[in-house]
């Protein structure tokens, strides 16, 4: 077995038991900080996302106000669908939030963006 850090590997002594993964506390502890800086870049760069996608809703907003459009004027702009901070249910459908903004996806494939 290797030492789990990611930079040192170092093969741990054969007689090492079944529980030890790091060759020391300094490799445990560093590798725990590796994985508090994945963990951080992650959500830095969904929250930046989620910025970019508001951007974009924003701007739509600001051209159409609130009546629908062709859905394929935002994706043509780089749209991400798959990331939103909740979901309203509303009556004619869910509501996506996205910060301050929210789209509904409406029959006949158009849009409507909400400011909230
Ligand atoms: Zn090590």
């Given at each position: 077995?290797?030492?789990?850090?990611?930079?040192?590997?170092?093969?741990?002594?054969?007689?090492?038991?079944?529980?030890?993964?790091?060759?020391?506390?300094?490799?445990?502890?560093?590798?725990?900080?590796?994985?508090?800086?994945?963990?951080?870049?992650?959500?830095?760069?969904?929250?930046?996302?989620?910025?970019?996608?508001?951007?974009?809703?924003?701007?739509?907003?600001?051209?159409?106000?609130?009546?629908?459009?062709?859905?394929?004027?935002?994706?043509?702009?780089?749209?991400?669908?798959?990331?939103?901070?909740s979901i309203l249910h509303a009556e004619f459908g869910e509501?996506?939030?996205?910060?301050?903004?929210?789209?509904?996806?409406?029959?006949?494939?158009?849009?409507?963006?909400?400011?909230?």
């Amino acid at each position: 077995m290797n030492c789990k850090y990611r930079y040192c590997g170092a093969g741990l002594p054969a007689d090492t038991n079944g529980n030890r993964h790091y060759c020391d506390d300094y490799c445990s502890y560093e590798e725990r900080l590796e994985r508090e800086k994945e963990r951080y870049n992650k959500k830095k760069s969904t929250l930046s996302e989620m910025t970019r996608i508001e951007g974009l809703l924003r701007a739509c907003h600001n051209q159409y106000g609130e009546s629908p459009f062709d859905v394929n004027i935002l994706r043509s702009l780089g749209m991400n669908w798959t990331l939103y901070s909740s979901i309203l249910h509303a009556e004619f459908g869910e509501i996506r939030i996205v910060g301050s903004l929210g789209y509904i996806v409406l029959e006949n494939f158009t849009i409507l963006i909400l400011k909230f």
